[in-house]
């Protein structure tokens, strides 16, 4: 799981536009329980100079996900990124092209209110709990018209809009880190257009006047009208969330370890091997390690040998290698080996606690002891694109919407040719792709639910070991009661390039109520 939403637990729209007839301006309006959210700015529509603007106001339940990091649902700062995610509402009005909304921290409290009214903005607050366009509340103005706002670095952000029919998709991750830090109290965000794009207005008195923004280095040109849905949409997958998004992807070389050789980089060198220590079926962290280092001897030995023989290899690594905590109960190492004049035909991997009585300064605890066929890397003349057969080997096809499911994916070369040794086993060997990533979409409409994730963050890349691929996903991402399908990428270095394969995996989302 390496994805994580966090539904909007309050939104709003205020304006100081003018109601129907051009009169009285909207400025004690609310809109808190309308489906849709909107932001905009109108020049010069009552009289020439004349200003009116929209902004959005929208908080999140930051206890929620302090709460998922406490438990280690998600990882620790510096290991995650959060998105604030808002989705393009379409409408028959005009859309505006070439915008910028900001994103700014609230620096205040505020209510959500009870209107719903964004067309004549009927629904007034009239001292009733809500926000509006002058008041955070129905006991406390804002200090500044139209919303308070922090606007130094880490409190702000920004996103463009070519077409104007984007969502908004805006890392906001050193804003969350301080909420969740309480460094910053949690008053949510403001959305609205960038200064220089809301309307311009300019008074003598150089000060906001009757609900208009002194903003005299605003537009002359109208952008009319940026609608997302809001926390109240009918439609689950467009309600505003905040996303928590990471490479929660382990890869394991028990099943892909490769000799050292000069034809490769450095880098490309390192295989990184994996201890998980299941107590009782459950990961638990080694008593006397903890999240302390870990040590790992190489030995060789042949196919039908059962446990290790001779003297630790040492080519070109020290051993034994020091590994390190990867998450409770997980453990894991880097090491690089040179194969002798003749390769051994298999490895043992030995992993000791630290033993400061021992001669040698760590250790004679010996905790596990794995196995290990490694290959030789040679030059290839061609460079051939794969074609692949694969499966989800453990697809139950149902799945509860509160449950968090591991996926086993099995591939294998379309064209695979078997041996003897391979036929004669009833274990049919996989083939580890080292870059795998899925996606999920909604089968009854094509809706993407979760899109491929291969950017900065990382957050659908797939985890391997020496049975393959797997992958764990969160239900709790997906709206119950439908049908949904996973998708496969695999990227390919010979071509630099992902491929989606053609497979499509069913399954469906269900609520239980007992």
Wanted: charged residues 20%; glycine residues 8%.
């Amino acid at each position: 799981m390496a994805i994580k939403k966090y539904k909007a637990d309050a939104d709003n729209t205020i304006v100081n536009t003018f109601k129907p007839g051009l009169k009285l301006r909207a400025t004690g309006s609310n809109a808190g329980y309308a489906d849709i959210i909107e932001a905009y700015s109108i020049y010069g529509r009552e009289s020439s100079g004349s200003q009116e603007l929209s902004r959005i106001l929208i908080k999140f339940p930051i206890s929620e996900i302090s709460a998922d990091r406490t438990a280690s649902t998600i990882p620790a700062s510096g290991s995650v990124s959060f998105y604030l995610r808002l989705f393009n509402a379409e409408h028959s009005k005009t859309v505006p092209e070439d915008l910028t909304l900001t994103i700014s921290a609230i620096s205040q409290t505020w209510q959500e209110g009870i209107g719903l009214d964004l067309e004549t903005y009927k629904d007034n607050t009239d001292g009733n709990k809500g926000s509006n366009w002058m008041s955070a509340s129905n006991t406390a103005a804002w200090q500044t018209i139209g919303g308070d706002y922090l606007t130094d670095t880490g409190f702000t952000f920004s996103q463009n809009f070519e077409s104007g029919l984007e969502d908004l998709n805006v890392d906001i991750t050193d804003l969350v880190e301080r909420w969740i830090a309480g460094t910053q109290e949690n008053y949510g965000v403001g959305v609205h257009l960038s200064s220089e794009l809301e309307a311009y207005h300019s008074n003598s008195a150089g000060q906001n006047i009757d609900g208009v923004l002194h903003n005299p280095s605003g537009a002359t040109d109208s952008y009319y009208t940026k609608r997302f849905f809001a926390r109240g949409t009918q439609y689950f997958f467009k309600r505003p969330v905040i996303e928590a998004r990471w490479d929660s992807s382990k890869r394991d070389d028990r099943g892909n370890f490769y000799y050292s050789s000069s034809l490769a980089p450095a880098a490309d060198n390192l295989n990184t091997l994996y201890l998980y220590n299941y107590v009782r079926g459950v990961l638990k962290n080694i008593p006397a390690i903890g999240t302390g280092s870990i040590y790992v001897d190489l030995y060789s030995g042949s196919t039908d040998g059962t446990e290790p023989t001779g003297s630790a290899l040492a080519q070109h690594v020290t051993l034994p290698a020091t590994g390190g905590y990867v998450s409770t109960g997980i453990y894991s190492c880097s090491v690089c080996l040179t194969a002798s004049a003749t390769p051994v035909e298999l490895l043992f991997d030995v992993w000791r606690g630290s033993d400061s009585t021992s001669s040698l300064g760590w250790a004679k605890t010996e905790y596990f002891t794995g196995s290990i066929i490694p290959s030789v890397l040679y030059a290839a003349q061609t460079v051939a694109k794969p074609v692949y057969y694969i499966s989800i080997t453990n697809n139950r096809g149902k799945y509860r919407n509160d449950e968090t499911a591991r996926f086993n994916l099995y591939v294998r070369n379309k064209y695979w040719q078997p041996t003897i040794y391979t036929v004669a086993n009833s274990a049919v060997p996989t083939t580890t792709i080292a870059s795998a990533s899925y996606r999920v979409f909604r089968t009854i409409d094509g809706l993407e639910a979760i899109p491929y994730g291969t950017g900065s963050a990382s957050h659908t890349l797939m985890s391997y070991d020496v049975k393959g691929n797997y992958f764990n996903f969160d239900m709790n991402n997906l709206q119950p009661g439908y049908e949904y399908a996973f998708k496969f990428a695999f990227y390919e270095p010979e071509i630099e390039s992902w491929s989606e394969q053609p497979e499509t995996f069913k399954f469906r989302v269900e609520q239980y109520e007992y």
